[in-house]
């Protein structure tokens, strides 16, 4: 167990629609990394927070946001679902989220878009 | 941006083989290298990471080797068993700023009893 938690576990919704997908970092991390896993894609990183703060972009569509709360927890939103993003979505976290830091991740969300 | 190939895609030892599997890196300027095993309905694990300034690293069976002049690393399974089956992940990360990791495309080891 990484000691970082996501919510739900799965999610099975309609194109059309949004879902917001939550994780906790674990006890002491300040940074939040949320990943896309398909299977032609593999591991895709989609966007970094540090203690409330956007750090990194990457191949996040501008139908996805994210955001990190006071408290540390993290929520990554996905809207105007397609088919094509149904996939499993992890979040990870480090302690400070520069240089070298060790990423722990969750056990993920998986999305289903029908 | 850095590009990650990893190899092979599959690979299917018996137990008690060993198992090696080979990543090459494109930026130079990536200093980090985690490899990370991911069961089926799991996130991934880290089980070791090696930095540029080593060349090789051992956990037990497990060991990492890195060759910064060919820009390749490489994880090492010595002795496998059916629990070693999963997919392994390598990355590499520039130890700059801010930077993020990137991920091969991972590859599925299949031991058998």
């Known amino acids: 167990d990484s000691g970082v938690t996501q919510t739900p576990k799965h999610l099975i919704t309609a194109t059309g629609q949004r879902v917001t997908l939550r994780c906790s970092p674990r006890?002491?991390?300040?940074?939040v990394y949320w990943y896309q896993q398909s299977l032609d894609q593999g591991l895709q990183f989609l966007i970094q927070?540090?203690?409330?703060?956007?750090?990194a972009k990457g191949n996040i569509l501008e139908r996805f946001s994210a955001q990190q709360f006071p408290d540390l927890h993290s929520e990554l939103n996905l809207s105007s679902l397609e088919l094509g993003d149904s996939a499993l979505y992890f979040c990870?976290?480090?302690?400070?989220?520069?240089?070298?830091?060790?990423?722990?991740f969750g056990p993920g969300t998986r999305l289903t878009v029908l | 941006g850095e590009n990650v190939e990893q190899h092979p895609s599959t690979l299917s030892v018996q137990e008690g083989d060993s198992a090696v599997i080979k990543c090459t890196y494109s930026?130079?300027?990536?200093?980090?290298f985690p490899w990370y095993k991911q069961e089926l309905g799991k996130g991934p694990q880290l089980i070791i990471d090696?930095?540029?300034?080593?060349g090789e690293k051992k956990d037990q069976r497990i060991a990492v080797t890195l060759n910064k002049t060919a820009k390749h690393f490489s994880l090492h399974i010595t002795e496998t068993q059916p629990e070693d089956s999963a997919v392994y992940f390598c990355?590499?990360?520039?130890?700059?700023?801010?930077?993020?990791?990137?991920f091969g495309k991972g590859t599925m080891l299949l031991v058998s009893p």
């Open positions: 930026d130079s300027a990536s200093n980090y």
């Open positions: 090696i930095r540029s300034n080593v």
């Open positions: 927070y540090y203690n409330g703060e956007e750090r």
């Open positions: 990870a976290s480090s302690v400070a989220g520069s240089g070298t830091d060790t990423q722990y």
């Open positions: 990355a590499a990360q520039l130890n700059s700023g801010y930077s993020t990791l990137t």
């Open positions: 006890s002491g991390d300040l940074s």
